[in-house]
């Protein structure tokens, strides 16, 4: 009887077990409901005393912990364990100021209890905030590993179909051309780690440039006797660079329009290029005229084929005919004398087809002759304009 309170056997302590399990929260919700101070005072040092009791006995056993002890204290965090750690020290230096109540009143340990027990709520609220956003974060991160993973298998099997479709393809496609391949894949490498390297040179050179730069600049700064001739020089650098640019617009006007005469100059043909195209001018109308001339022979022997063959036709059917009528024509004299009078008809159509024909054989002989007459000119004049270009050639 520390505080000046009988312990009850029986009910009274397994009314003060049951009051001990109950959480800090609704513990302190108890708190709030209308009840008599002393009921509340007599709770408090029941909870306080079980409470170090416990911790008295574990403290006796020299270390000895049971399975079920050791199991719930690595469950708990590290937080957690020094968190219990440190209001087991408070509650000892509590327990060590309650041992004198000559000093301090009931009420006054009461409040300290109360105050105490609060800060452990507002702590372990704390925590608990603490904790939940610790797991929605985790949460948070877990579905995003989730979704991170589901794109990486993804990609993995794509990238599987698209290894077995390139090996599928090696196995099928030829061995030199995918050794060119390679060579050309290896040539690409090389090319690019060449890239690389230069890129990284002309970085280091552009370094060292500006770093020059720098130096030069901060040269300039320091000798300030020095920096009107400079602006002078620099604004004469400016001056130059400016005529030294329209010169050089100018002088790239002046190339072009020189290339654009360079081409048209070399459009026109030369003499000797000229004397080329003349002859093969010539020679390709040699071959056209000889292929027009054997051309118009076979269609001359074809239409003289042709009429042949229809007068001889027309000879043939006549013959028919005449033999045909002959015997009927003979029979009587009428049918004679009419016989007669059809062959003389007859013969005096073929006279006049033939003076037509030897009429018409007179004009084409005329015409050929002229033909001639005008070839031979033709030919005189070429060879009188070959010797005048010989003679103007030398």
Same mark, same amino acid.
């Given at each position: 009887?520390? /505080? ?21 929260? +609704?513990?302190?919700?108890?708190? &709030? ?12 040092? +029941? ?14 056993? *020299? ?25 087991? &020290?408070?509650?000892?230096?509590? +327990? ?11 009420? !006054? ?12 709520? @507002? ?15 985790? !949460? ?9 993973? &589901?794109?990486?298998?993804? /990609? #993995? ?18 061995? #030199? ?13 090389? @090319? ?11 970085? *280091? ?6 770093? %020059?730069?720098? %130096?030069?600049? &901060? ?50 043909? #030369? ?5 080329? $195209? ?5 020679? @390709? ?16 022997? /074809? ?7 229809? $007068? ?19 029979? #009587? ?29 007179? *004009? ?10 005008? $070839?031979?000119?033709? @030919?005189?004049?070429?060879? +009188? ?5 010989? *003679?103007?050639?030398?």
């Amino acid at each position: 009887r520390r /505080y000046g309170f009988s312990r009850q056997p029986g009910k009274t302590e397994q009314a003060e077990d049951k009051k001990i399990v109950l959480p800090p929260g +609704l513990a302190a919700a108890g708190k &709030a409901e209308p009840c008599d101070e002393d009921d509340l005072q007599a709770a408090e040092e +029941l909870r306080i005393k079980t409470l170090m009791t416990g911790m008295a006995a574990m403290a006796t056993e *020299e270390g000895k912990l049971t399975a079920s002890t050791v199991g719930q204290i690595v469950g708990l965090q590290s937080d957690e364990i020094k968190q219990i750690v440190s209001e087991y &020290a408070e509650k000892q230096s509590e +327990l060590s100021a309650e041992e004198r109540p000559e000093r301090l009143g009931a009420a !006054q340990q009461h409040r300290r209890k109360v105050a105490s027990l609060n800060k452990q709520i @507002l702590q372990k609220n704390k925590l608990l905030e603490e904790l939940q956003a610790k797991c929605t974060d985790l !949460q948070a991160k877990c579905t995003e590993a989730k979704k991170t993973l &589901a794109e990486v298998k993804s /990609y #993995s099997e794509k990238l599987d179909k698209e290894l077995a479709a390139l090996e599928t393809i090696e196995s099928q496609a030829d061995s #030199s051309i995918l050794q060119s391949l390679r060579a050309l894949v290896a040539m690409n490498e090389n @090319l690019k780690s060449q890239e690389q390297e230069f890129k990284a040179h002309c970085r *280091e050179e552009m370094e060292r440039l500006q770093q %020059n730069i720098e %130096n030069l600049k &901060a040269e300039a700064v320091e000798n300030a006797e020095e920096q009107e001739p400079n602006k002078i020089i620099e604004q004469q650098y400016r001056t130059e660079k400016d005529k030294l640019q329209k010169i050089r617009l100018l002088l790239a006007r002046r190339n072009r329009e020189i290339a654009i005469l360079q081409r048209r100059i070399d459009e026109v043909p #030369s003499r000797a290029e000229l004397t080329q $195209y003349q002859k093969r001018f010539i020679e @390709l109308y040699s071959q056209v005229s000889a292929t027009h001339k054997e051309t118009k022979q076979f269609f001359t022997l /074809y239409n003289t084929l042709d009429d042949k063959k229809v $007068y001889l036709e027309k000879e043939v059917n006549l013959l028919n005919s005449i033999h045909d009528n002959f015997h009927q024509a003979m029979a #009587s004299s009428g049918s004679r004398e009419q016989f007669l009078r059809q062959m003389e008809q007859i013969v005096e159509g073929i006279k006049q087809n033939r003076m037509k024909m030897e009429k018409k054989k007179q *004009e084409n002989k005329m015409r050929r002759d002229q033909l001639n007459d005008e $070839y031979l000119e033709l @030919l005189e004049k070429q060879r +009188l304009y070959f010797k005048t270009v010989k *003679e103007f050639k030398e």
